[in-house]
């Protein structure tokens, strides 16, 4: 995912989750997908549809977290 499009999507999760400790970070070796954290949590991770230009957030919830 291009610098450009991380910024955008770490702006649109700040301001929808109204939340400034949200971070969309590059991830290592992929280029297809970021990763979103709250502070050092990880939360999960946006991919972009190539063929509609939209994004997709997975999250898991893990039992012991509930």
């Known amino acids: 995912m291009k610098p450009d ?3 955008k999507l ?7 989750f109204q939340n400034a400790a949200i ?3 590059a991830r290592p070796r992929k280029d297809d997908s970021a990763e979103v954290y709250v ?4 939360l999960g991770i946006v991919f972009k549809d190539e063929e509609d230009g939209d994004y ?3 999250m898991a919830i893990l039992d012991v977290d509930l």
């Open 5 to 7: 499009e991380i910024k």
């Open 10 to 16: 770490d702006a649109y999760f700040k301001r929808t």
């Open 23 to 25: 971070q969309v970070k």
């Open 39 to 42: 502070g050092d949590e990880f």
């Open 56 to 58: 997709n957030f997975s």
